[in-house]
DNA sequence: CTGAAAGCGCTTACAG
DNA sequence: CTGAAAGCGCTTACAG
């Protein structure tokens, strides 16, 4: 490995001070034409680009940021990360790419928290913002440990999470749409004369599942349809829990004729199911998917779906950071209103 | 933000000095115990943690990794990131990610190389070795500019890229496994009687497309079936590309009979083109992806693939870059044997 | 416009 | 076992 040229190389060769070729480097002081010209030329030479520990020890920012997510298999997280990565690096940030593998059971079953030592380490890297999305603050029951955890690193450094709010922690909260979507999908559904509209996935204990449960329910006795709990079938985010959940559903009496699928893992699973009952979609069962990972127009069936906008969500939530940590004003609200994008899935009126 | 504690505070309020402190930290001079309890009671109080930006810079290690990839949304690099991220985390490294968007098609468009400017930033931030996975590296024609700047970065800090080996480039290079996998599917598809077995999906000009496609060839005429080159239908590897590609093939006066997935993606969209001519996986055609990506044991059809172990691909990759970086034995090769794993989607004897 | 010097927060020979 | 001092590679008042 070949050792790097320092600034003091360049200076000497160039035979001025450190300081002067900082100054043609960062362009913050006035130069001589010929100085500068003599200097670019050297640093060419090298290819010379300043060291960024001793530059960030120095100026108290690393033009780093961290990313902290449970999951990166789940495409909801890896659209986050990548649009987010993108536009932090247009703005000259990297960033640090945290994965907790916090799952709300598993933390039910040890109580150790996974985010506790991401935290102490994007601190300890000197990171300039933080970026959370889901684990932890997902849960309905947020831990005291964890609490003062996020409390402690929003002290130290900004940080915006994707997630309900928690009161006295200096954070910017940025939540995403959880009832609206479930409202429009349902009325969509009543609409094409559904009575029995099954809730497929999302997992108990978690927030956004028992916040859309709670729009679920409530916007069912509004529409007078049934209520029964029956229709309800919790699992996880994943293929195989759609696939489960839509079983369960699938084994009443008196089967759901329309179901919603907490996102499209939950949907394309519990097609699955159906098919093992020899039943399909949407002839025997409407679907509607409540979270677009995938463009429905390739599936089969093609799925209808709530397009909760991620990418922008994402976009403003990296931007409202880099405001903060530049000080400069936030980003405008973004309109994340869900758009229901119809397609084959969710069949036609009964 | 609350300005840091350094060792400076930690070192006064214990009556220490800060050479004392560093050494009750790391471990690597004796310290008299009563003066490391008290040094350490002091840490605890203010919760003191090194800043690395200074201890990298006297180190000469940021305890850093550097990932690049083209894209984080293809479920084949978020299994590679999820996995390397992991690996690291548990051996006290972290990564900074880094999403190029390189595509074959606007490279060749715009000529601009995508990865350069993540090389020189990886560099920059002193990472202590890098991942490279895809990316430019996958052309069949790798162009100069690329060669040398990744000569450049792999002078400077160990680098190992998963992609075809480059000549006199100091990296080191693990390769996929591209064409036993073909080989065992179109034999599979061939014992079943399929006499016009189809290629589906990928782009040209890219290696990993190119091989496959030779050895398909190969194979194809190996067993005295048909080679005409209307049966290869090239795209790229995402959904509309599957649904493309597969299309053109249902198309022809005496269509395939089974079909040849480059992966996931392009089964799906290839599933829905077959359903949009009328006809149906198996029954009609046979189909079996060559790279699985979800759990095709949730799909429909359920879904024949080949499992080519991303996973344990991508921690062999950790485990190498590591293993240069601390200047250990490599580890083992991996076992990268593909595994055909007969689902629906194949069929039974025609 | 330019340089000498101090300092960012750490670690590690060196001397005791 | 412990501390004073030098140094990692940079930037920025300060003085000229």
Known sequence: MSRNVTIIEIAKESGVSTATVSRVLSGTAPVSPKTKARVQEVIQKYNY????????????????????????????????????????????????LCITSFTAASYRE????????????????????????????????????????????????PVVVIGQKIPDVPCCFV??????????????LASLGHKRIGF???????????SRLQTYRTTLAQLKLDTSPELVSLSDYYLPDGYNAAKKLLELDEPATAMLAMNDNIAIGAIRAI????????????????????????????????????????????????????????PDEPDLYPNLIIRESSGRHI
């Open 49 to 96: 680009s300043p060291n960024q520990l001793a530059q960030g020890l120095i100026l108290r920012q690393s033009k780093t940021l961290g990313m902290i997510i449970p999951n990166i298999t789940n495409p909801y997280f890896s659209t986050l990360v990548g649009v987010i990565e993108r536009a932090a690096h247009k703005a000259n940030y990297s960033v640090i």
């Open 275 to 330: 098919s093992d009952y020899f039943l399909s979609v949407p002839d025997d069962i409407a679907l509607i998917s409540c979270d677009q990972f995938m463009d429905g127009n390739f599936l089969t069936p093609r799925l209808t779906s709530l397009d909760r906008h991620t990418e922008r969500l994402a976009l403003h939530v990296i931007r409202l950071l880099l405001s903060m940590i530049q000080n400069t004003p936030p």
């Open 175 to 188: 939540n995403k749409e959880h009832e609206k979507g479930i409202v429009i999908a349902i009325r969509y």
């Open 200 to 210: 497929v996935g999302g997992e108990p204990g978690i927030i956004i599942t028992e």
């Open 110 to 157: 040890s109580g150790q928290e996974a985010e506790e030592s991401y935290f102490q380490m994007v601190l300890d890297k000197k990171v300039d913002g933080v970026i959370i999305a889901g684990g932890h603050i997902d849960l309905c029951q947020i831990s005291d440990a964890y609490k003062n955890a996020l409390t402690h690193l929003a002290s130290s450094i």
